[in-house]
């Protein structure tokens, strides 16, 4: 029996002794940095929050700590100490503004392919506990096109890709949405990709970035590319970054937190509306072993 069959194995025992609901997996991520990725996981959770959505984000960005500075939160604990010192996840959970939920991943995501079968359950289940706790849960990845960035990103139900109008931003954006086409685990019936143009100047301007990059996708890949929203320049954002406090809590009147609220919005009424397919933390987290030990 390989790895992944246990996971399987695993995660159907899990769902025999205990029927749940399953959370909502939005991974956040872009091609470069700097172009406010980890603002848009923040905002959305906020956001997320405000309309009766439990949101945690699990900060999956090992080389910046954005999410606690942005926070202005400094985590006890993180994912290491689930998988090596026997804490459950409730108890590595920091709790920022707002009641949002915060998980700091560390080094413990890629040590997850080294366990046995044994720690994998008990590893599984506190995982699957997530799904009890929040109805929405953020993965803020790395930027760039790394293996574990692009893990992540397969192993998701839904992508938000994150792109300025910046030329280097754009060919960045669009060797990421490359990479992740051309991945052996991808696939368009399982994952959907969306597009967040930030630091535009309005909205026709985000409308015109999403026309360029798709026309490109289009030609090239086979990766249907969807377009979430704009989020516009503004001076309130800056201010609030400087403050370590959320935009859309610090300045809710804000350009830039009515679209992060308009997106929020479109997200849970296309869940409303249509049905999003939700596959819970568990089976998230099985897929980026798999893939790990392939």
Known sequence: MDQAERLRNIIKANAVLESRPLARVIAVT????GVGKSN????????????????????ADFGLANIEIMFGT?????????????????????????????????????????LNKDHLAFIIRNLSELDTIADVIIVDTSAGISDAVLEFLVASEEVLLVTTPEPTSITDSYSLLK????????SSETTTVKLVANKVDNH????????????????????PLNYLGAVPQDSQLSRAVMQQMPVSIKNPQAKSAAAYAMMAEKLIDREQDQGVPRRGMAAFFSRIISVKKE
């Open 179 to 186: 990479s992740l086409d051309r991945h052996p685990d991808f």
């Open 30 to 33: 872009s091609g470069k940095g």
């Open 74 to 114: 400094v985590p006890k604990h993180n994912l290491c100490d689930l998988i090596y010192q026997g804490m459950n996840i409730r108890e590595i959970i920091t709790w920022g503004p707002m009641d949002v939920g915060f998980i700091s991943g560390g080094s413990g995501i890629a040590e997850l392919s080294n």
């Open 204 to 223: 026709s301007q985000g409308q015109i970035l999403y026309d360029k990059l798709n026309a490109v996708v289009s030609r090239y890949l086979e990766l």
């Open 40 to 59: 848009t996981s923040i905002n959305l959770a906020i956001q997320f929050q405000k309309m009766g959505k439990k949101t945690i984000i699990l900060d």
